[in-house]
């Protein structure tokens, strides 16, 4: 007869070897791969529901697998997984930025004149924060701030407070009235 595994403890995410022994495997970059996805779609509904709520303009997005962008009138968002060096996501790091000005241009096409040509003003980044992945498993993942001290974020934890600096930063925008 098997005898019952004694208890162990949870592992502590700030332990440096439990967290990189499930993050440095194979399974963790689907993980990481799913867990980013569903922060940009939560980004994104999010968004569009805030734009609609507060009667503005469709937000401009662009994403791909590493990236993601959300323009929301004259301020965006931007989050990018960066890899440093390799695949595994113990190696890389999520870079969360709110800025004030235009990131993602609607796409209008200009002919390229010059006295046509419009440049806007180089954005200005108003709040930005670093995370790292940590989990020891699947169900423990979570989106953690680099030091590793304060308590770690769920996707759509971290999105909501990345679209609460958005509209914070939104907020703080001049408003134009209507002549």
């Not at 890389?92 to 709110?98: D, K, Q, R, S, T």
């Amino acid at each position: 007869m098997i005898q019952n595994a004694p208890e162990q403890p949870a592992a502590d995410i700030r332990d440096p070897m439990s967290r990189h022994a499930f993050l440095s495997s194979h399974r963790a970059l689907a993980v990481c791969t799913r867990e980013f996805s569903r922060l940009a779609d939560e980004l994104i509904g999010a968004a569009k529901v805030f734009a609609r709520e507060q009667d503005l303009d469709v937000p401009t997005v662009r994403k791909s697998p590493d990236r993601c962008i959300v323009q929301l009138g004259p301020v965006a968002l931007t989050v990018a997984w960066l890899r440093n060096g390799s695949d595994s996501p113990a190696a890389g790091e999520l870079l969360a930025i709110v800025w004030r000005g235009i990131i993602a241009p609607r796409g209008d096409h200009l002919p390229e004149r010059l006295s046509a040509r419009h440049v806007p003003p180089v954005p200005v980044q108003v709040w930005e924060e670093t995370l790292v992945p940590s989990a020891t498993s699947e169900a423990s993942w979570h989106w953690h701030p680099v030091d590793l001290t304060r308590e770690g974020y769920a996707s759509p934890e971290l999105a909501a407070r990345c679209l609460d600096q958005l509209r914070i930063a939104l907020d703080a925008m001049p408003r134009v009235e209507d002549a």
